[in-house]
């Protein structure tokens, strides 16, 4: 159950109300708010006075649900908003990983040319195998900030664990939690304490309830700027990396107020299907698309054989138009 306590209860009271009451506690500008498990349905009658409103859920998916806030919530991003009534799909794009300035500026001088304000680069990087290239770290996140300086992009940038995530918030506005990371409550607990804006990627085997409650651990500790984003499921299927779930994106999209980014690169693994998917991706409203795109991919040091040639990234990004168009959306 979500309580709104009433703007006059202080800290000190709702803290112990939260005690009592075995909630989540955060305080959201205008008032505290409690969050208690969802089994509890009706608040305990000695705090009915200080309650300014409160909303009973159905399961523990309940700041990111739609019972409590009936439409998308929006995020600002760098100079881009997301989400309510903006009708924005924010295309973020760039390679999978940081590998050098002249690289990076390349791909920063490809986003300059389509009008793309979200830079994508990982530097820290969840590798499977101890033997592939783990990022750049730090120099690859300044790296990317140079970018933002120099060019004002929104940057996109992830963490790999939790000590990460302020050398990321230094020099990114987003951070994004990857597919293997999104169950480390470190992680999750730590940027749930700061207000930069998280994109949480669902990991391989994640149920819906599985992700929704990993935003919850963000959404709970104050942070309200979460984006969650569908890349890809595990399924028997084998001639494709992974499987996109596009019958989760539907549901998300009705049953909770998180902004739905969607990445088909990850999901496909390869060059070939990657504009077609990204045109059924944006037929279905959704808030954002994230594209692996290289200078040269046959050299890249992570995830060649997925990202786009430049050629092909223009190509994709005049076929969404249209699409996003026909949806009453705008790529921004
Ligand atoms: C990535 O975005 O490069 C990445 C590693 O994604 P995921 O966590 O979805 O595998
Ligand atoms: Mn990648």
Redesign the pocket.
């Known amino acids: 159950m979500i309580i709104h306590l009433k703007s006059s209860i202080g800290e000190g009271q709702a803290h112990e109300i939260a005690k009592a009451t075995e909630s989540a506690i955060f305080h959201n500008g205008d008032c505290f708010v409690l969050v208690t498990p969802s089994k509890l349905k009706e608040a305990p009658n000695q705090y009915s006075s200080m309650i300014e409103q409160s909303w009973p859920m159905d399961s523990d998916i309940q700041l990111a649900s739609k019972s409590y806030l009936s439409e998308t919530r929006e995020i600002t991003i760098g100079n881009t908003t997301i989400g309510g009534r903006t009708g924005n799909t924010m295309v973020i794009a760039g390679p ?1 990983s940081v590998e050098s300035e002249e690289q990076i500026r390349e791909s920063a001088a490809l986003m300059i040319e389509l009008g793309i304000s979200g830079l994508r680069g ?1 530097c820290y ?2 590798r499977t195998s101890p033997y592939s290239f783990q990022g750049l770290g730090l120099e690859g996140l300044k790296l990317l900030a140079k970018m933002r300086e120099e060019h004002g992009f929104t940057i996109v940038s ?1 963490v790999r664990d939790a000590t990460h995530v302020d050398e990321v918030i230094e020099h990114a506005d987003v951070i ?1 939690i ?3 990371s999104m169950y480390d409550h470190g992680i999750l607990q730590a940027c749930a304490k700061k207000d930069k804006a998280v994109l949480i ?1 669902r990991g391989f085997g994640t149920t819906l309830q599985e992700f929704a409650q990993a935003a919850e651990f963000v959404l709970s500790g104050g942070n309200s700027n979460v984006m969650l984003c569908e ?1 890809g499921i595990r399924t028997f299927e084998t001639k494709t990396r992974f499987t996109l779930d596009l019958c989760g994106v539907a549901w998300l999209k009705e049953y909770t107020n998180l902004p739905i980014i969607l ?1 088909p690169s ?1 999901a496909l693994g390869y060059r070939y299907g990657i504009e077609d998917l990204s045109k059924a991706c944006v037929a279905m409203g959704i808030d954002g698309l994230l594209v ?1 795109v290289h200078p040269n991919p046959a050299v890249a040091k992570s ?1 060649a054989a997925q990202q786009l040639y430049h050629d092909q990234f223009r190509q994709l990004m005049k076929a969404i138009k249209p699409v996003a168009e026909a949806v009453g959306r705008k790529i921004v």
Do not use: I, L, Y
């Open positions: 999978c990982g990087k969840p992830e994004q990857g597919a293997k990627k890349r990445d990850h692996e995830d």
